[in-house]
């Protein structure tokens, strides 16, 4: 009898993809519309979460690398920075006693490099205060430096287990749309109300799962730009902006301000086998990264005697220069509108620079993505 009960219960189905049909619309309240999509929203997960490297090991220290490299970063692009990442710092002991230039390089391409500069720093306090392990305490991981609310949901759910919710951009946009809120996305409040009604919502068993489900539903089916794809979402029986076609209207977000706009020329110096680079200030935009010689303004042209001039040498020294084009780099408050010119010296680089080899810009100088289009152009002369 035992047997046949065993037997039985593992054919037993899973109904935990059957999404709650509403009877007349605006008939559920916002906690019987989160509470209807919790047991579809996992089922679905399970069936179609990517296969991703930081999510094969739900370890505290992965899985805050990877949070924090997926700020303002495409999936697909972290993946190899993961890799790489963790084969260099495995863990939090590695990360605090990392070089800086190390460190910084590592994270070359990725951008907002403050990021970088704070894992450093809270992984010196995890070291001193914690042995080495990231706190298994949500209150305790928002006081570590860069982790805020979302990070902080993030590590404590996935990798401890704690019933807190995780609301970034994906998530506000999905349930936004879910509850047919037209709260405004881009004001703190709105990220507050939604992370209380979640907390209460949100599944108690495996919030883990239940943060990257919704996280997942945003990334694949209920997308930021272009038509949600609402006949594969797993809440789409529930959701007031899929019912009454209201995705072009939700989320509410109100525009950012306009970014300002500085132009400026870049100096590609080099002589013999090395290239001339600056180490940018301690603080500030791209702190303590290393970049090519540049000015405020734009040089429309650029001689030879321009070129002496600029770089802080004698005429005769500048053997030639070649344009090199425009570029543009957009950073979240202000863009770079770049013009470029090579200039080749006789003599040595210039004292007021440090020069370089050239075959070091790739293995040990961290030279942020800004001035990625003149650091090809170099590899191309």
């Not at 037997?7 to 709650?20: C, I």
């Not at 399970?46 to 999936?75: C, F, G, H």
Request: proline share 6%; hydrophobic share 40%.
């Amino acid at each position: 009898m035992d047997t046949f009960n065993e037997e039985n219960q593992q054919k037993t189905p899973d109904y935990g993809f059957l999404q709650v049909l509403e009877r007349e619309k605006g008939t559920l309240s916002q906690q019987q519309r989160l509470e209807a999509i919790r047991a579809p929203l996992l089922s679905w997960y399970r069936k179609n979460a990517r296969d991703l490297p930081w999510r094969k090991d739900s370890n505290a220290y992965r899985v805050w690398i990877s949070e924090i490299m997926l700020q303002q970063t495409r999936v697909e692009a972290v993946k190899p920075y993961f890799q790489r990442f963790m084969e260099a710092f495995p863990d939090a002991a590695a990360l605090a006693a990392a070089e800086d230039d190390h460190l910084l390089k590592l994270w070359e391409g990725l951008g907002y490099y403050s990021r970088a500069r704070n894992l450093k720093k809270a992984a010196v306090q995890i070291v001193e205060q914690y042995g080495g392990s990231l706190p298994d305490s949500y209150e305790a991981l928002l006081k570590l430096p860069g982790i805020g609310s979302y990070t902080a949901g993030a590590i404590a759910s996935i990798a401890f287990g704690i019933p807190v919710p995780a609301v970034d951009g994906n998530v506000l946009r999905v349930i936004s749309r879910l509850l047919g809120s037209r709260m405004d996305t881009a004001e703190g409040k709105t990220k507050k109300y939604f992370q209380g009604i979640l907390k209460e919502a949100m599944d108690q068993n495996e919030p883990g799962i239940y943060n990257q489900a919704l996280f997942e539903v945003g990334a694949l089916v209920c997308i930021p730009r272009g038509a949600p794809k609402c006949q594969e979402c797993p809440m789409a029986s529930v959701c007031i902006a899929s019912s009454q076609d209201l995705w072009k209207e939700i989320p509410v977000k109100t525009s950012k301000k306009s970014r300002r706009v500085e132009e400026r020329t870049v100096l590609v110096i080099r002589s013999g086998t090395q290239v001339a680079l600056r180490k940018r200030p301690d603080k500030g935009l791209l702190a303590s990264l290393y970049e090519f010689p540049n000015e405020e303004g734009w040089l429309s042209d650029c001689s030879l005697k321009d070129a002496a001039e600029a770089v802080g040498v004698a005429e005769d020294k500048v053997e030639k220069v070649v344009p090199l084009g425009e570029a543009r780099h957009v950073f979240s408050h202000v863009e770079w509108h770049m013009t470029g010119y090579y200039i080749q010296l006789k003599g040595g680089i210039p004292p007021a620079y440090l020069g370089v080899e050239k075959k070091e810009l790739e293995g040990r100088y961290p030279v942020p993505s800004a001035f990625l289009a003149y650091k090809k152009a170099l590899s191309a002369l």
